[in-house]
């Protein structure tokens, strides 16, 4: 008896022992992909009874889609790769002048202070000579004094007049705008022009002297400018002056923070506007009283100018308003300069600096903990 088709033959009864079935479609026309990669699909030859063949256009189609959606994926992969250098290089031209600038010279000068370097000469190595020299020197130390009493009695005038001041100016009156324009105006004024307005009024023939002795306040003229305290109470004036309009505006930003409703609750409590000053304003500005504090130290350590167009090149009288960035200045310039002390010395204002600033950032950190 001749097999049907579809049976298995005698034997090993396993299925491709079976005869092919001539009627069975082929199953290599039946699984064989064609590629589609765009949509990641998979496409079979068509079937008897399937849907009708697509064609060689419809696969010259896919075969251009797939193209497009390779090349797709390349430039993705690389844009992918090109992301990790794309920070740096706008990064670049700022890490570059702050290397020429800023880092290159601190490390330039901490080489310095351990030199005997002067300013037509190079130096060698003379270990800590400059700095055990800077201990015993008597201007090293008068300087440092009046740096320190420039801090002590600048830093809180600063911290308080400008917080008084905006509080004053934050009342919205008529023409409070020309108010805050007027104080705001000797920040942007330069430091030289500031200087000689207040050298003209505090001069012997100056404005004030003038007018206290037409007034017969004084018989003789206040020596605002020929004595060392008296230069240096002035050149503090100066400061203070300066810098209330600045940090003025820093004391605005922090009030526009407050809630009004405070004061309306404080208000129906009772409580006066001294009150309200205390209870809730100025706990409410502390984070930012400390931030004054600590930028205004860091300027007091570091004034200049106000002392060289009051006091002239010598600082004053035997130099006793000098203050240490006047006696770096002193001691680096000239044709024999010493430079080598002179980084000593600002090393030393270095660090005194950075006391205070990890001061007031433990403080601040405190305090918004």
């Known amino acids: 008896m001749t097999p049907s088709a579809g049976t298995q033959t005698r034997g090993t009864g396993r299925p491709s022992d079976a005869a092919p079935d001539p009627a069975a479609p082929d199953p290599a026309a039946t699984h064989d992909p064609v590629p589609a990669p765009a949509s990641g699909e998979v496409r079979t030859r068509s079937q008897p009874g399937g849907p009708p063949d697509p064609g060689p256009k419809a696969l010259r189609s896919s075969a251009k889609r797939a193209k497009q959606a390779k090349r797709a994926m390349e430039a993705e992969t690389g844009l992918r790769h090109r992301k990790w250098w794309t920070p740096y290089l706008f990064l670049a031209p700022g890490l570059v002048m702050v290397t020429m600038f800023s880092l290159w010279p601190f490390v330039n000068t901490v080489i310095l202070s351990f030199t005997d370097a002067q300013i037509l000469r190079g130096g060698g190595f003379v270990g800590f000579d400059n700095y055990t020299r800077a201990f015993a020197d008597s201007d090293f130390w008068v300087a440092t004094g009046n740096s320190v009493l420039y801090l002590v009695v600048v830093v809180p005038c600063l911290v308080f007049l400008p917080l008084a001041l905006a509080v004053l100016v934050q009342t919205k009156v008529p023409g409070i705008g020309f108010f805050r324009s007027a104080f705001y105006t000797p920040v942007i004024a330069s430091a030289v022009v500031v200087g000689l307005i207040w050298q ?170």
């Open 200 to 369: 003209w009024v505090l001069r012997s023939d100056g404005l004030v002297n003038t007018l206290f002795q037409k007034l017969s306040i004084i018989s003789e003229p206040i020596p605002f400018l020929t004595d060392s305290t008296m230069l240096l109470v002035s050149a503090m004036i100066v400061t203070v002056w300066k810098g209330l309009g600045y940090y003025m505006v820093f004391y605005l930003a922090a009030l526009g923070n407050v809630s009004t409703s405070l004061y309306e609750a404080a208000a129906l409590d009772g409580a006066g506007p001294v009150r309200r000053f205390f209870s809730i304003t100025v706990p409410q500005v502390k984070p930012m009283m400390l931030l004054v504090g600590t930028l205004s130290a860091i300027s007091a350590l570091r004034v200049f100018t106000e002392i060289y167009i009051l006091g002239g090149e010598s600082g004053g009288p035997g130099g006793g308003a000098r203050t240490l960035p006047f006696l770096i200045r002193q001691v680096g310039l000239g044709f024999s300069g010493e430079t080598g002390y002179a980084a000593a010395i600002s090393i030393l204002l270095f660090l005194l600096t950075l006391v205070f600033s990890l001061l007031g950032r433990r403080l601040s950190k405190g305090e918004i903990s």
